[in-house]
C-alpha cells in the first residue's frame, strides 16, 4: 500500500466500531464517569453542512480523549423532531410529519456516522417517539399536580397545600399564584364544591390553564414565543402576527427566577449567556404601591426601583393591553384609543422594548391621584410599556428616566426638575437632603403608613406559555370535566397524537387536533387539543440518555445519580433564554420532588463559533448575458450574482459547468483574465440562498472523515466564527499523507523498528503529548492541531520509525483523526480499538533542555550562534568562542577588554 487509502479505511472501522459498540456507555459504577453531550439538534430536510459538525468534532474529541484516560464515557445522540419545519411541510404536502421527520433523522445518522463520531446509539431518543413523550407527558402531571412553596423555596405535592387549605384555609399559605386569589377559611374550603376546589387550586398548580396575551399567527394557526417573533412577522415564513388573549397552558417557571439567578454563580458557563439569562431574568428590587382613579373605583398597580423619585411623577402610562385601558378611558378618547391599541398589540415585545428614539401613545382621558401630593395626574397609554413587565403600568418621572422623558418632550407634559443631579433627588420638602437608599426608606414606609404601597422585588421574567395550535407536537395528558382541566391516569400515557384529515385549524379555529375522530376519553370527555410547545422534550432529554431504554422510569435512580448531569455541554448561545434556561427550571423542579439528585442539568457548556460560507460571485454586464471576470468588473456597468462554491475552485469559474448550472446561463459569454474566469468572494453566513452551502459528504468523499475534522478544528478557536475556505483543506489532507508515510519506507511498505528511541525523537513526542493534553483540557483544539503538524515534520527529518515513538503518537491524534490512527495501531500489531489502549504518560524528563544555543556578539553585534551544554563552565565557553573562526575575524588582534556570559541567554565580547 503506498497511499493512504482513506475511503477503504473509514468504513472498514465505522463498520467495526458499530459490531463490536466500541462506544457503548456501560453503567459500571466504579468508573470515574464522563457525560459529554451536543446540544439536541432538529433534523431539517436539508441535511447537515460543514458548519453544524463544528461543536460535534469538539465533543467527540473529548469523548475519545478521556475513554483513552479510562472513564466511562457517556456521548448519546438524538433528535428533537417535533416542530413547526415538518408540520408545514406536511400541510403544503399533505405527507404526515412523521414521515419527513423520520427520513430527515435517517439522512442526520447517515452522515454523522460518515463524519465518525464515537456515539453510544442503542441511547438514541427522539422527542417524537411515544416511548419518549410519554415521559414528557408524565412530568408535566408533575407539574399539573404540584405547586411552588415559597416559604421552604421549593416544589411541593399538591396534596401538600389541599391539607394546608383544610386546617387553616390559604391565608397563612406563602405560595406562587395568581394574583386575583381570594382569601378563605379552612371552614370556606370544606363547603365549596370540587368544582370550586379545582378552580382554586388551578391558581396555585405550577403548570396552569388560564388566559394570557400570546403571538398569535394565524398563517401558521399557531402561537409563536418571543423569539419566533421579528418585525411582527414569523419567523420561519414572514408571516404576520398579531397579539391576542388566549386560554393557554403556562408553566410557572416565574417562582423560580431567584433560584435560577443564583444558580448561575457556580455553573462553568460563557459569561455572556449567563448574563443573558440573568437580564432575562431581570431581578429588581422596588416598591409597588397604588394610584387611586379620580372619579373611579379602579386603582393602578405600579412597580418602582426609585420609589424616592415620587415627587417627579407627573403622569402614568399604561401598556397597550393593560385590562384597565377599556374600563377607564373617556367617550372623548375612545375611537382615538381603539386605533392605538388596534397597532400597537400587533408590534412584537422585542419590537417596542428595541425602538428606544420612537416616541408613541395616545391620552386616556382619565386622571389619576398622585398618593403623595393627592395632585391630579394625566393616563396616557404608550407602547414602550410591556404588559409583561412588573404591572404593565408606569409612573413616568421625565426628569429621572429618558423615555418618559422623551413621552413628556413629544406630548408636551410637564417635567420636574430634580434638585441634585448626581443623586437625582426630586425637590420636595418630605425627601430632599436624604441619600437615595434612605430616601427609599422613608418614602416605603409613609406607602405601608397610608396603606397604598410596600416594599417588593420584582421579576422581569414572566411565566412560560406551554400551549402550540399545531399537530406535530407532545399531546398534553388532560381532559376536561365542566370546563375543568383533569390529568389521565399515569397508565393511560403515552396519549398519543391521533390521525387527522390535515395538519390546519379547523374552519372554526380550534387546533388540528379537533379534527380527530374521537378525540375523547373512554367516559366521553374532551381531550385537549393544544399540544406542547418545541421545548418540552429538550428541558429533559439529557436525563433520558442516562437510561433510555427503561419502560418503567423516565430514569433510574442508581443510575441518575452516577451520571448525575452533563459535565460538558457544546452548543449555540442563541438557546440561552429559551431551552438553557426551560431546562434549568425543569431540573430544579424535578430535583424538588426527589426524581433526580442535581439541580442544574449542564455543569460546563462551551458556545461553539459559527463556520461562515466563503461566498463568491460572477458579474453580468447590465442588459447582456456576458460576464466578465473578477479583475476586470470596474470596466464595465456590472451586477454581481451569488455562484455555486462548489464550481469554484481557487476562485476560478468551472464555465461548462457554470452553463449547465442555470438554465439562463447556457448561452452565457465571458471575459477572461489569462484565459480564466476568477470570481469575486465574500464572508458571509452559510446559507443556501448564498449558494456557498458546504455538504460534509462532498468533503469526506474528496478527502476523507479525517481530514474534515481536523480541518474544522484548525481554524481557530472553537468559540470564534470563523470562514470556511475549501481551498485552505489541501494542507490537512498533506498532512495526514505525511503521518502515513512515518510508517511506510520509500518503496510504501509497512516498516517501524523496535529498540531505544532517539532522545530528540523522544523530546518531540512528549512536548506533543503533554500540548495535546493541556489543549484537551483546555478546549484548546487547534494549536494541538498544530503541534501534530510540527511533531510530524520532527520525526519526519529525524527518519523516526521508532515503534514506541509512533504507537504513543497516533495514540494522541487519535481523538482528532480516529480513522487513520486505529488503522495505524492495528499495523503496529495490536489488537482492539486505539480508543481502549490508554493515553501515553508524560514524561518530563524527555522535554528538559540539557543545552542552550547561544547567540553570540562582538561588541554588541550579532555574528554567530553556538550550542553548549547547560552545565558547561565558563571556562569552557570562552575558550570555544574565542576559538571560533567567524568571532576570529572580528575580534583580530585586537586586545579583549572583557567577556560577558549571561546563562541561557548571550555571549558579549567587548574589544
Not at 468551472?654 to 471575459?671: C, G, N, S, T
Request: glycine fraction near 6%; proline fraction near 5%; hydrophobic fraction near 35%.
Amino acid at each position: 500500500m503506498s497511499e493512504y487509502q482513506f475511503r477503504e479505511t473509514e468504513k472498514k472501522w465505522q463498520a467495526y466500531w458499530e459490531k463490536n459498540q466500541i462506544f457503548k456507555a456501560e453503567d459500571d459504577f466504579t468508573k470515574p464517569k464522563y457525560y459529554t453531550l451536543d446540544m439536541f439538534p432538529y433534523p431539517s430536510g436539508a441535511g447537515l453542512h460543514v458548519g453544524h459538525p463544528l461543536g460535534y468534532i469538539a465533543s467527540d474529541i473529548v469523548a475519545r480523549y478521556k475513554k483513552q484516560q479510562g472513564f466511562n464515557v457517556l456521548h448519546p445522540m438524538g433528535f428533537d423532531s417535533f416542530g413547526l419545519p415538518a408540520e408545514q411541510y406536511a400541510i403544503q404536502t399533505g405527507q404526515h410529519p412523521a414521515i419527513t421527520t423520520e427520513e430527515n433523522i435517517n439522512r442526520y445518522i447517515e452522515q454523522l456516522k460518515n463524519i465518525g463520531f464515537a456515539y453510544d446509539w442503542e441511547r438514541e431518543v427522539r422527542t417524537s417517539d411515544p416511548s419518549f413523550y410519554k415521559w414528557t407527558q408524565w412530568i408535566f402531571s408533575l407539574l399539573f399536580n404540584s405547586w411552588y412553596d415559597q416559604v421552604d423555596n421549593r416544589a411541593r405535592h399538591i396534596l401538600v397545600l389541599e391539607e394546608h387549605f383544610e386546617k387553616t384555609g390559604n391565608q397563612l399559605v406563602k405560595a406562587a399564584c395568581d394574583e386575583d386569589i381570594e382569601p378563605f377559611t379552612a371552614e370556606d374550603w370544606f363547603n365549596y364544591s370540587e368544582e370550586e376546589k379545582q378552580k382554586i387550586l388551578l391558581k396555585y398548580r405550577i403548570a396552569y390553564l388560564s388566559e394570557a396575551v400570546v403571538n398569535w399567527c394565524p398563517a401558521l394557526g399557531t402561537v409563536l414565543s418571543n423569539d419566533e417573533v421579528k418585525d411582527g412577522y414569523s419567523e420561519r415564513g414572514g408571516h404576520p402576527v398579531e397579539r391576542k388573549k388566549m386560554m393557554q397552558w403556562s408553566m410557572r417557571i416565574s417562582a423560580f427566577a431567584d433560584r435560577l439567578l443564583r444558580g448561575l454563580e457556580d455553573l462553568d458557563w460563557p459569561e455572556p449567556v449567563k448574563e443573558m439569562q440573568r437580564n432575562w431574568i431581570g431581578k429588581s428590587v422596588g416598591a409597588q404601591l397604588a394610584f387611586q382613579l379620580a372619579e373611579n373605583e379602579e386603582k393602578i398597580e405600579v412597580f418602582t426601583t426609585r420609589i424616592d423619585t415620587i415627587y417627579g411623577v407627573t403622569f402614568m402610562v399604561l401598556a397597550p393591553e393593560h385590562e384597565l385601558v377599556e374600563k377607564i378611558t373617556t367617550d372623548a378618547q375612545r375611537q382615538a384609543v381603539e386605533e392605538y391599541v388596534n397597532v400597537a398589540k400587533n408590534r412584537s415585545e422585542r419590537e417596542r422594548m428595541t425602538e428606544v428614539k420612537r416616541v408613541s401613545g395616545v391620552f386616556t382621558g382619565a386622571y389619576a391621584v398622585h398618593p403623595f401630593t393627592e395632585e391630579k395626574i394625566p393616563v396616557w397609554i404608550g407602547d414602550y410599556v410591556l404588559a409583561g413587565y412588573g404591572t404593565g403600568a408606569v409612573m413616568a418621572v421625565p426628569s429621572d428616566d429618558d423615555r418618559d422623558k422623551a413621552f413628556a418632550e413629544h406630548f408636551e407634559l410637564p417635567i420636574v426638575e430634580v434638585v441634585d443631579e448626581h443623586e437625582k433627588i426630586i425637590n420636595s420638602d418630605f425627601l430632599t437632603g436624604l441619600s437615595i437608599k434612605d430616601a427609599q426608606m422613608k418614602a416605603i414606609d409613609f406607602m405601608k403608613d397610608k396603606g397604598i404601597g410596600y416594599a417588593k422585588i420584582n421579576y422581569r421574567m414572566r411565566d412560560a406559555i406551554f400551549s402550540r395550535q399545531r399537530y406535530w407536537g407532545e399531546p398534553v395528558p388532560v381532559y376536561f370535566k365542566n370546563e375543568i382541566p383533569y390529568l389521565l391516569e399515569e397508565e393511560q400515557l403515552p396519549l398519543e397524537l391521533p390521525e387527522v384529515d390535515k395538519y390546519l385549524p379547523t374552519e372554526d379555529g380550534e387546533p388540528p387536533l379537533a379534527r380527530a375522530k374521537n378525540w375523547k376519553t373512554e367516559d366521553g370527555y374532551e381531550l385537549e387539543k393544544s399540544t406542547m410547545p418545541g421545548w418540552a422534550g429538550s428541558s429533559w432529554y439529557m436525563f433520558r440518555y442516562m437510561d433510555a431504554q427503561n419502560k418503567d422510569v423516565f430514569v433510574d435512580e442508581e443510575k441518575q445519580q452516577y451520571w448525575q448531569n452533563v459535565d460538558l455541554y457544546i452548543g449555540g448561545s442563541e438557546h440561552a433564554t429559551g431551552h438553557l434556561l426551560y431546562s434549568r427550571f425543569w431540573t430544579k423542579f424535578l430535583y424538588d420532588l426527589g426524581y433526580i439528585s442535581v439541580d442544574e442539568p449542564f455543569q460546563k457548556m462551551i458556545n461553539q463559533g459559527m463556520i461562515q460560507g466563503r461566498s463568491n460571485f460572477v458579474y453580468r454586464i447590465e442588459g447582456e448575458n456576458k460576464f466578465v471576470s473578477h479583475g476586470l468588473k470596474d470596466q464595465y456597468k456590472t451586477q454581481s450574482l451569488h455562484v455555486d462554491v462548489n464550481i469554484v475552485h481557487n476562485d476560478v469559474l468551472d464555465l461548462e459547468v457554470f452553463k449547465k448550472w442555470r438554465p439562463e446561463h447556457a448561452d452565457a459569454e465571458f471575459i477572461l483574465e489569462d484565459g480564466k474566469y476568477i470570481c469575486g468572494a465574500e464572508v458571509e453566513k452559510m446559507s443556501k440562498s448564498k449558494y456557498n452551502v458546504v455538504n460534509p459528504d462532498d468533503v469526506i468523499e474528496k478527502y476523507g472523515a479525517d481530514t474534515l475534522r481536523l480541518y474544522e478544528m484548525f481554524l481557530g478557536p472553537l468559540e470564534q466564527f470563523k470562514p470556511w475556505n475549501t481551498n485552505g483543506i489541501d494542507g490537512t489532507a498533506k498532512f495526514l499523507k505525511k503521518l502515513w508515510r512515518l510508517f511506510h519506507d520509500t518503496n510504501g511498505n509497512f516498516k517501524v523498528e523496535e529498540g531505544e528511541a532517539d532522545k530528540k525523537a523522544l523530546k518531540a513526542l512528549h512536548q506533543a503529548i503533554q500540548k495535546a493534553e493541556y489543549d484537551i483540557e483546555n478546549f484548546s483544539f487547534n494549536t494541538s492541531v498544530s503541534t501534530f503538524m510540527i511533531c510530524v515534520n520532527t520525526l519526519t527529518e529525524l527518519k523516526c520509525n521508532n515503534k514506541a515513538v509512533l504507537s504513543d503518537l497516533v495514540r494522541i491524534i487519535a481523538p482528532y483523526a480516529p480513522h487513520i490512527c486505529e488503522e495505524l495501531w492495528s499495523l503496529l500489531g495490536n489488537e482492539g480499538s486505539i480508543s481502549e489502549a490508554g493515553w501515553p504518560t508524560f514524561n518530563p524528563d524527555f522535554v528538559k533542555e540539557d543545552e542552550h544555543t547561544y547567540p553570540v556578539s562582538v561588541n554588541g553585534k550579532h555574528r554567530d550562534n553556538m550550542t553548549f551544554a547547560l552545565d558547561a563552565p565558563k571556562e569552557e565557553i570562552e575558550k570555544a568562542v574565542l576559538e571560533n573562526p567567524k568571532v576570529q575575524k572580528w575580534i583580530e588582534d585586537k586586545p579583549i577588554k572583557k567577556m560577558i556570559i549571561v546563562p541561557k541567554k548571550i555571549v558579549n565580547i567587548v574589544v
